[in-house]
């Protein structure tokens, strides 16, 4: 089972260095604001939490990179993220919710099929659900960003928001800096957000 928490110095470099080469993924979240109800919070998890995404971190790296290319391609914006070895989240903007969810279902048809051939585990059920929720405020939005960079920390991987590669959570302390997301942190707390809904 992967954990990065484990993991050697050499080996967490290691990891970084094959997101690096692979170029997968070192841009930022664009500029983030609550603009209305058409940014959504998705999150999907694997069957029975299993650590199926996190296997390797080169699977947890072109699991991220295909998510991205996803929501990269139908989303109009790409707020924040965060792969984690048995689920993700992502706060996006988009005007076809449909569109989205179907091409996530896609990837996760993709990847059951690519996964069960590696494990030679044919038939098994890879994925359990995907959820969408509508952000309804800028309390909401901002909270679900905390949420989602948060949450490697809450589940015990690192200690640091910076310290996971899988999110975009290094990149968003880079640009807005400590103080500011101190603030945010702050100011937009995440409470009991995800309770029942996100344990492994």
Request: aromatic share 14%.
């Amino acid at each position: 089972m992967y954990d990065y928490r484990r993991m050697t110095l050499a080996q967490k470099v290691e990891a970084v260095e094959y997101r690096r080469l692979h170029e997968h993924p070192l841009h930022s979240p664009p500029h983030m604001k609550f603009v209305g109800q058409r940014q959504y919070f998705i999150t999907a998890t694997c069957y029975e939490h299993t650590h199926h995404i996190g296997r390797t971190h080169e699977r947890l790296t072109n699991f991220e990179a295909g998510l991205l290319d996803v929501c990269e391609r139908l989303a109009t914006s790409m707020y924040a993220w965060c792969v984690l070895p048995n689920h993700y989240h992502v706060l996006v903007r988009t005007d076809d919710t449909e569109a989205l969810r179907g091409e996530l279902g896609r990837l996760h048809g993709r990847t059951s099929y690519n996964w069960n051939g590696e494990e030679n585990q044919r038939g098994r059920k890879v994925w359990f659900n995907c959820l969408d929720r509508v952000i309804t405020s800028h309390r909401h939005f901002w909270a679900s960003v905390n949420y989602i960079h948060h949450n490697p920390v809450h589940h015990g991987y690192v200690d640091k928001w910076q310290e996971w590669p899988w999110s975009s959570g290094a990149a968003f302390l880079e640009r807005v800096g400590h103080e500011t997301a101190a603030k945010i942190w702050r100011e937009f707390p995440i409470l009991d957000y995800g309770k029942k809904w996100d344990v492994d």
